[in-house]
């Protein structure tokens, strides 16, 4: 029996486990070729080289090698059939749906910070359309990004603009039980969000469990440093993680951050506590062809090999 085919025989005992309490009683396929401690979660086109084109038979191939979530940005751009098409095949499997972003109209030009009742009303039409395709492709979170820096305007009222959106949008999230989480990045000087003790301070002013951190160790090197230092600081309102070594933003093992250590204390933490994180691989492959994406699950079996 392929190991693919034999994935659905199995999730009952997966799902019984997580049933049971223990969150990290089945991370991988129970006959995957690698079993890892944490829920790393791939998106379209990393393995496609290995697996062909076809978005099902990439599913396929991340649950043969471990990788039992999925991370797609573009999902709620996607037609309805394939949305329900991917849904279903990552059942069978037993692949945890991970993030899609939140569609608001256009990043930056919309910021949030602004105020305008406009953008607002365009970011609140994004919350309830995502609300539709996270019940077809049973998702929980969606990122959010608020958008640039309204310079014309004090940064203590920029914030309070934003946490009023954000309450809004938590309110159409809460009744559903989905996690908008907000993620700082570091493409560019004029976004609004940078840092994670900036995103803790507004999730806490929010106050809602629909109001969360998306952790981007990629991101967040760059911004800010101190990893496991920042990632322990606001751990309360870190929902989600995503991964990516810097410099390069490519898989672990290619840039400056020590991921095994990083991986530790995000798994010994999260052991501790009962919660179960999905790992994004929001990062591109060090290697083209089928040889780049070898290796890049070498790269993942290496830096999830930490001792416990």
Request: aromatic share 10%.
């Given at each position: 029996m392929l190991r693919r085919n034999f994935v659905k025989s199995t999730l009952g005992i997966a799902g019984a486990a997580v049933a049971a309490g223990d969150a990290f009683a089945a991370q991988s396929a129970p006959f995957a070729k690698n079993q890892f401690k944490l829920k790393y979660a791939p998106h379209f086109g990393m393995f496609q080289n290995k697996a062909g084109k076809d978005n099902i038979d990439q599913l396929k191939f991340m649950a043969d090698n471990g990788f039992m979530a999925l991370e797609d940005n573009g999902m709620m751009g996607r037609p309805v059939d394939e949305q329900e098409k991917i849904a279903k095949e990552m059942t069978r499997l037993g692949i945890q749906m991970g993030v899609f972003v939140v569609d608001k109209g256009g990043n930056g030009a919309n910021t949030l910070a602004a105020g305008k009742p406009e953008y607002v009303d365009i970011f609140l039409n994004g919350c309830k359309k995502a609300v539709e395709t996270a019940k077809r492709v049973n998702a929980k979170w969606m990122t959010v990004v608020p958008g640039n820096f309204e310079r014309n305007i004090p940064i203590g009222?920029?914030?309070?603009?934003?946490?009023?959106?954000?309450?809004?949008?938590?309110?159409?999230?809460?009744?559903?039980?989905?996690?908008?989480?907000?993620?700082?990045?570091?493409?560019?000087?004029?976004?609004?969000?940078?840092?994670?003790?900036?995103?803790?301070?507004?999730?806490?002013?929010?106050?809602?469990?629909?109001?969360?951190?998306?952790?981007?160790?990629?991101?967040?090197?760059?911004?800010?440093?101190?990893?496991?230092?920042?990632?322990?600081?606001?751990w309360s309102e870190i929902d989600y993680f995503q991964i990516g070594d810097e410099p390069g933003r490519k898989e672990?093992?290619?840039?400056?951050?020590?991921?095994?250590?990083?991986?530790?204390?995000?798994?010994?933490?999260?052991k501790k506590e009962n919660r179960n994180f999905i790992m994004g691989m929001e990062h591109g492959n060090s290697k083209s062809g089928a040889e780049g994406e070898d290796a890049l699950i070498k790269a993942y079996v290496e830096s999830d090999s930490f001792t416990v």
């Open positions: 009222v920029q914030t309070g603009n934003v946490i009023d959106a954000l309450r809004r949008g938590a309110e159409i999230l809460e009744p559903h039980g989905l996690v908008m989480v907000l993620e700082p990045l570091s493409d560019s000087p004029d976004l609004f969000l940078r840092t994670s003790e900036q995103t803790y301070e507004i999730c806490r002013a929010v106050n809602s469990k629909s109001c969360k951190i998306l952790y981007d160790i990629y991101h967040m090197q760059k911004n800010e440093g101190r990893l496991i230092y920042n990632i322990e600081k606001t672990p093992t290619t840039g400056e951050i020590n991921y095994k250590n990083v991986f530790k204390y995000i798994y010994e933490r999260s």
